[in-house]
């Protein structure tokens, strides 16, 4: 602690501690707020309060700095695996080759689904969207693993649930296109790699093995490191939120799929396509769609514009879009998308309305682009963001358990009727 705040309320003057992280950021700490004052803050979407004391992501908004512990963004993903990244989210340093070693080896143990577990993919209709699956499938797990209810923040269980949820998880997400596509299921190959097996889940059939292509596998592996991990957005809230009540680790991050399903947040990777679509076939010029975009009187968004954090640019999405050039490239393609999506951004980036309001591509506007172009289907887009971001949600449970943090629980100013006497339903 250097510095103090005080605050003035009718005259009286409270002091309260300041605290400054590692990169200089500073925070006001009002946890004896209310007990002194008898108020609260009000801060609905929590754009100014800081829920925990964080040790794994930095992001540095105004300047466009993305790094896991203290790696950037940058080198990761063009120089480490995901599997690896996951390793380093999760323990907080890079893994000896040893190390890394073994963690693969116990992800490859583990990716088999028990075969109960399997036999509930067939009671979902045809038609159930792949994240509903996913949170409920991932939630499931536990039901066949009895003993990782019972998993606290670090040791031997820690290690093994680590491994069976980042396996299990892939699992899940490629049963979930299966059966969705009426194809039985494949299961894993435990020689491939961590993208390559999920590749193999998701497009081999009994008689043609699916194998990808360096490009492909690449790809992918950049999309799995751009989404590991990224501080206190909605879903990684939320499975802190839900781990406050000390709920398990598969309970509190199937909550976190939930979360991020919305367009919003990872739903957005798949609303971006939907909308580029849209413009296309629409013949409509793209300054139609920025004038609905900036009308007040509708509840119509740019999909992939605009973040909470970053207000000049987000490093993830300059490093996607150079890598959609480089894939579309090597894999010898065109996407008419693309065209539309660029002439977006540069009408956008000229435009007052988003100049004004600090509104940048964000990390999903190109990784739809990205994702078409290795062949994964629209409706697993948000899948994989899930898949990604799984290193990110355990680290941060994990944290919150190390921290002891107390449970979670905002409160409210009431705007409601004060107190009235009730009345019988005879003589209402
Ligand atoms: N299109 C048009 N206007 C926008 C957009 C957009 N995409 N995003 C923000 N704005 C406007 C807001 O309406 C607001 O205008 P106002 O000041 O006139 O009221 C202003 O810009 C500031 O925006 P906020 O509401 O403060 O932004 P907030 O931080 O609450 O929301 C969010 C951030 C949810 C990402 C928002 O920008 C959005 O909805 N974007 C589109 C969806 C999207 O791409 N989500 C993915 C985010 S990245 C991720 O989650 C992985």
Redesign the pocket.
Known sequence: MTEKATLTIDGRNYEFDMFTGSENETCIDIQKLRSETGCITMDP?Y?NTGSCYSSITFVDGAKGILRYRGYPIEQLAEQASFVEVAYLILYGELPTPKQLALFRASIAEHAPLHTSLEHHFSGFPKSAPPMAILSAMLNLVSCFHSEVLDVHSEGPGFDKTVALLLSKVRAIAAFSYRMASGRPIMHPNPNLSYCSNFLHMMFSDPYREYIATPVVERALNLFLVL?AD?EQ???TSTVRVVGSSRANLFSSVSAGVCA?WG???????A??IKMLEEIKDSGKPISHYLDM??D?SND??????????YKNF?PRSLIMKKTVYEVLDELQQEDPLLQVALELEEKTLKDD??VE???YP????YSGILLRAIGIPLNMYTVL?AIGRMPGWIANWRELLEHNHRISRPRQVYTGQTVRQFVPLRER
């Open positions: 979407g754009g989404h990224h957005n909605c879903s991020l367009p919003l947040h990872g739903g957005a990777n609303a971006v975009a900036k007040k119509y968004k740019l999909m992939g514009f605009g973040h909470r954090v987000d309305y988003f309001r600090n509104l964000n990390v999903d506007f963001f």
